[in-house]
């Protein structure tokens, strides 16, 4: 059996909908957190194998995008998350809603 | 000099408007003296500047004087006009108006709002000016109602009295259907012309409209139902007996002397366009002599020295209107001179009067003033000869000029003759029983009061006004017609009525007098002679309500108007417009309440949905083979 192109795609979308599902199913933000993690990855991986089987570079490329922004993201996100958790000794994101979201 | 002329529009102006933001500074009564003098430099301009049209030959043509561009894309231009009619009716205007702005010092003394009643007059004489100055009917009808606003202005001045600020609000709307009638002849006239310049408009009238067309009859009545309402004649003529209501300054300057004369002004004004249309100048001719006798009649049962007045002017104004009317412009112009001159002195002796008997205006409550009231009585009893049209005072000349004219002109105006002379002896008539009840007899004042003569500051125009009156009418005797002369370059090319030749004339003029006689007599030997009639019954209440028009009109028009109104109000707007905003309003609620549901606040059910389209759009990808 030949690992092709096609299965590092359906790779991809699978961990993307366990990342998807996580997010929307749990309501504990650094869980949360988590999945969007998941589900940026997922899209990393897709990209490399396009890029791959297209024998194109763009794909890397948007690829070293995503996980520049993504260490930027995570830094601030975490942080936030941290401070809540410690303010209200809670991470639900139901209970956080001091914004009036 | 010619150059200056809008000086003697700037400064009753600069007058009005100084007195308004300085007025309380200079207080009373300096700022009396200050608006008398800006006037008066107004007449002293005019004066000057109409010394050219006394010489005749080319220092008579009329002048224009162009001060700026108005509105460029009509091409409609803000300027003046400067020939022997506009010339007459400034002298005439600033010449009284002076004379009244100086009794007015005295007559408004201890009122508290003196400074902003000579605001309003210089206001007014401004205004007036703008009307007869223009040289296009855009400026004039811009002056036409600046002294509507005046008017009201003044009428209401003593807003405080509930029938004082009702009858400024009757005058002006009154004076809107008149205003609209003149604002669609003015449209009319641009259409037809592309101008409404008088130059542009009265040279080429015979080309443009056909003589006795339709387009000429509708401009010239609807010009005419403009001058019916700022003149008071029938229909129109219900506000003047109102506007009694104001000062009686106002009286005598407003509705006596100037603004009522402004529709006779437009009427000779445009005499080139009912040269045009026979019929509307019949129409003229019949709606003054009409307006002439009925008032006349009205003025008879009146038991108010204003009132009689009032009535007796819309009577005198159908005489200028049957002048007008019949191609006499000059005669017309005459009549409304000899009158500015006789009827501001009359409702400025009733206001001497009314002042010596401490705001008392009934005549049955006056009587044997004559002896209290010297000053008073001599120039009143000039004006009332005047008015009565006893030769050789002023009203005598002007008013048998008319009838004349009338008379030559044959066929249907004979008639209008005819009524014309009843008319003048009913006018004797009426001025008789004025002047008897008023000075002659026994006094028959309220108990406390005592009359005194004015001071001199009101009793010094009477007699100026008292001397016009008497010798005004000397200018244009059917031997010597100075005016008539003066008067050529306006009426250039205008086919005028004519005077009838030789002994009819001598005749005309005996009739007319005999009828004067036959009034005054007739009033002495009831008023006079006898003891005084009783006048209460019903015929002489129904009189004295002026027949009562005034619950007719209010019965079929104002009455279904406020109904109109008040549906319109309550039903139309509150129901139907309202109705519809409101269901607009009420639909957007409804269909947000309905949305609102789905902005739970909870991110993860934005999460789910945002999850959902994105599925749903792959999903039209894949069954539509890729690309969208």
């Known amino acids: 059996m030949e690992v092709t192109g096609g299965w590092y795609m359906a790779l991809g979308a699978v961990l993307f909908s366990i990342g998807a599902a996580g997010l929307l199913l749990r309501r504990n933000a650094l869980v949360m957190f988590m999945s969007i993690e998941l589900m940026l990855n997922a899209v990393n991986l897709s990209f490399v194998a396009a890029g791959n089987e297209l024998g194109s570079l763009d794909g890397q490329l948007a690829v070293l995008f995503v996980m520049v922004v993504a260490a930027a993201e995570v830094t601030v996100g975490l942080a936030i998350i941290v401070m809540v958790f410690r303010r209200r000794a809670t991470a639900s994101v139901d209970e956080l809603s001091g914004m009036g979201g | 000099m010619t150059d200056l002329i809008w000086l003697v529009i700037a400064l009753p102006l ?28 107004s007449f002293l301009i005019a004066l000057v500047a109409a010394i050219d049209f006394f010489g005749g030959g080319a220092g008579a043509e009329p002048q224009r004087v ?14 003046l006009l400067w020939d022997p009619l506009s010339a007459l009716m400034t002298l005439v205007v600033t010449g ?16 508290a709002r003196f400074v902003r009643f000579f605001s309003y007059l210089n206001l007014f004489i401004m205004s007036m000016l703008t009307l007869v100055l223009g040289d296009n009917f855009a400026v004039l009808f811009i002056g036409w109602e600046l002294v509507g606003l005046s008017s009201y202005l003044l009428i209401s001045f003593w807003f405080e009295k509930p029938s004082a600020a009702a009858a400024g609000k009757k005058a002006f709307v009154v004076n809107r259907i008149g205003d609209l009638g003149f604002l669609v002849a003015l449209m009319l006239i641009f259409a037809t012309f592309g101008s409404l310049a008088f130059g542009d408009v009265f040279s080429r009238a015979p080309d443009l409209l056909k003589h006795g067309g339709t387009t000429a009859t509708a401009i010239t009545l609807l010009l005419l139902l403009g001058a019916a309402g700022k003149s008071a004649q029938l229909p129109l003529y219900v506000w003047l007996p109102d506007a009694m209501e104001g000062p009686t300054p106002v009286s005598a300057l407003i509705h006596a002397a100037t603004m009522v004369t402004a529709g006779v002004y437009m009427v000779a004004r445009t005499g080139a366009l009912f040269e045009l ?16 006798l009925y008032a006349a009649t009205i003025a008879i049962g009146q038991r108010d020295i204003k009132r009689i007045l009032a009535y007796s002017t819309i009577s005198q104004l159908g005489y200028m209107f049957l002048g007008v009317g019949v191609a006499a412009y000059v005669a017309g112009t005459f009549h409304l001179m000899t009158h500015s001159f006789f009827k501001a002195l009359l409702f400025l002796g009733a206001g001497s009067v009314i002042h010596a008997m401490a705001g008392e205006q009934g005549v049955w409550k006056m009587g044997g003033l004559r002896k209290v009231l010297p000053v008073t009585y001599a120039t009143m009893a000039v004006a009332w000869l005047a008015i009565s049209g006893i030769p050789p005072f002023s009203g005598f000349w002007s ?15 004979v008639a209008l003759w005819a009524v014309g002379v009843v008319t003048a002896g009913l006018t004797a008539f009426y001025m008789s029983r004025l002047i008897f009840l008023t000075f002659w007899g026994a006094p028959r004042w309220d108990e406390g009061v005592e009359p005194h003569e004015s001071p001199s500051v009101m009793t010094r125009p009477l007699l100026a006004l008292a001397a016009l009156a008497a010798v005004g009418g000397l200018v244009n005797m059917p031997w010597t017609p100075a005016l008539e002369h003066f008067m050529e370059p306006a009426f250039a090319g205008l086919h005028q009525g004519h005077l009838p030749s030789g002994a009819t004339s001598w005749l005309l003029g005996a009739i007319s007098v005999g009828a004067a006689v036959i009034g005054i007599l007739y009033g002495y030997r009831r008023y006079v002679a006898a003891t005084l009639p009783d006048e209460t019954g019903a015929g002489w209440d129904l009189l004295e309500q002026g027949y009562r028009v005034d619950d007719l009109y ?24 309202d109705g519809a905003v409101n269901g607009v309003g009420a639909a957007v609620k409804e ?23 994105a ?8 069954l539509r083979g890729g690309g969208l």
């Open chain 2, 14 to 41: 600069l007058g009005a408007v100084g007195l308004l933001f300085l007025g309380r500074r200079l207080g009373e009564p300096a700022a009396g003296w200050v608006a008398s003098a800006t006037v008066v430099v």
């Open chain 2, 66 to 79: 162009m001060l700026f561009e108005w509105i460029p894309g009509l091409g409609i231009d803000f300027q």
């Open chain 2, 96 to 111: 009284v108006g002076a004379l009244i702005h100086v009794y007015s010092i005295g007559y408004m003394h201890g009122d």
């Open chain 2, 277 to 292: 249309a026979p019929f509307s100048a019949g129409v003229v001719a019949t709606v003054g002599t009409v307006t002439a």
């Open chain 2, 399 to 413: 008013k048998d000029e008319i009838l004349a004219v009338t008379f030559a002109k044959g066929g249907w105006y």
């Open chain 2, 554 to 577: 209010g019965a079929t028009v104002v009455l279904p108007g406020k109904r109109v109104a008040e549906a319109m109000a309550f039903q139309a707007d509150a129901k139907v417009l």
């Open chain 2, 591 to 613: 269909i947000a309440a309905r949305l609102k549901p789905i902005q739970s606040g909870l991110v993860r059910s934005y999460g789910a949905a945002i999850l959902l389209g």
């Open chain 2, 615 to 622: 599925v749903g759009v792959l999903l039209v990808m894949l």
